[in-house]
Every structure is written in structure tokens, then in C-alpha cells.
């Protein structure tokens, strides 16, 4: 199953690489407008020539990335993160405090925080 074409992918490789080599140059201090148009112009064309071949690698890398990359992080990360919350009792959404309402209880506000809301 394929969602996207192979030249649209080859297009959308060509402006992350152009995007990275301007941040790369800029932070270089070797940034100049007709390397970053040729750099752009030699990057299309070898993306256009290899556009199926483009196109199977991304397809290999979006099945890694969604399988086993961010398996692996879900897994080391946001478990962990639950387990070690639990045990030390944090409660972010705050859902054992309440009753038998979603409000929750302001304390008093000073006088000059009432006066300039906006």
C-alpha cells in the first residue's frame, strides 16, 4: 500500500536536505543564495533520478521508525515514566483529588493580580 507517490517523496527529501544544509550554513557562517541554489538544483535532480529507489528506502524507514523505534521508546520511556510516577504517587491529572467535581479549588487572589487580567 502506498499513500504518497514516489516524486512527491523525492520532493519532500530535497526540502528537509535544503532546510538542514541552510541551518548547517547559516550557523557555519558560510551561507551565500547561489550555494544554496545550486546545492537545491543538484539535490532535485539526483532525487528525481532515483525517485523509486528514494521511495523504497523511505517505505523501509517509515516500517522501522513506527515498529521498532518508537516501540523501543515507548517502552523505556513513557512506561517508565507511568512506573516511576506510580510509585511515587504523582498524580499530573490530578484525578484522585476529586469528589464529585472537575473544579478545582483556587486559593485567594491578591488584589492587584484582580485589577489587570489583560
Sequence with gaps: MELSSPRFKSLAVTAGFSFWFF?????????????????????????????NKLSNVLDAFAIFNTKIFLGILFVFLISTYGIIFRMLRIDLL???????TYWLSMEELAANRITKQY
Design 23 to 51: 541551518i548547517i550554513t547559516s550557523a557555519l557562517t558560510i551561507f551565500s543564495p547561489e550555494l544554496m541554489i545550486s546545492f537545491v538544483a543538484i539535490l532535485f535532480a539526483i532525487t528525481q533520478i532515483f525517485t
Design 94 to 100: 490530578r484525578l484522585q483529588k476529586q469528589n464529585d
